[in-house]
């Protein structure tokens, strides 16, 4: 079984080209790596962990269990394909914050999560550049790609996955890839349950102490040409241990539109037609709210049809 990529961001000071091959490989081949020593202070990851626990302990607990039993779920016989075992709460953060807007958020935890998304921003800006460096794209064009007229869309998903009594009848998280650009996970550093699809083999992505896991979506491929792709992943619900995961999504905006960088497509591709389709990415958006957990080529393929009656110019 192939080892799930770690890689030390501190070793692009001394180490660059062995790091900077990691990344490729990583992004290659996997779609996903964990990454340590990213610039975010290790006490700092341990407050929002724990004022994480602590608000689902207070707000969201006792509201998960009232909705397990009204669905019924508790000693399940048939397997559910329709649903997940998670408790989840959705921040935006740009192009406008919706933090205010959120119930049962202590001050200091809408304070902390601000602060952290301010972080995780910084770090996905970075990462999107070393891969321009990876990919021989001029520095900023990922950036540049996702831009939009008001920059980039950023949000984050704080999820809970409690003891699940039937894990084997439900998913913490059915298979799906993501639909957006670059994802920054911080999961619990104890409880396991997240695992990839790699080679047809589902991988388990180690829980690591102050880790970033890092997973590319359908965007990032588009825009590679599909030199990085986006990757299956789910999450196993567990018997024992509520999981915690604090998933950042650095997406383009609403109004990008989303094709091939002209540097990554190669003369006989274009003469085939073989390229990935041009779109809007809200319109792909529309598409993957239907379509989120089933596999992403016809969503591709629709996107195509719908440039072929329907094109888009760009200057």
Known sequence: MAKFPVINLEKLNGERAVTMDLIKDACENWGF???LNHGIPYDFMDRVESLTKEHYKKCMEQRFKELVASKALEGLQAEVTDMDWESTFYLRHLPESNMAEIPDLTDEYRKVMKEFALKLEK???????L???NLGLEKGYLKKAFY????PTFGTKVSNYPP????????????HTDAGGIILLFQDPQVGGLQVLKDGEWVDVPPLRHSIVINLGDQLEVITNGKYKSVEHRVIAQTDGARMSIASFYNPGSDAIIYPAPALVEKEEEEKKGL???????????????LKFQA???R????KAREATAPIVTA
């Open 33 to 35: 790596f964990e990454v």
């Open 123 to 129: 770090l996905a800006e970075e990462l999107l550049d």
């Open 131 to 133: 891969f321009c460096e």
């Open 148 to 151: 939009g007229a008001k920059g």
């Open 164 to 175: 699940c009594p039937t894990p084997d009848k439900i998913k913490g998280l059915r298979a």
């Open 276 to 290: 990935y389709p041009k779109f809007v990415f809200e319109d792909y958006m529309k598409l993957y709210a239907v």
């Open 296 to 298: 992403k080529e016809p």
């Open 300 to 303: 591709f393929e629709a996107m």
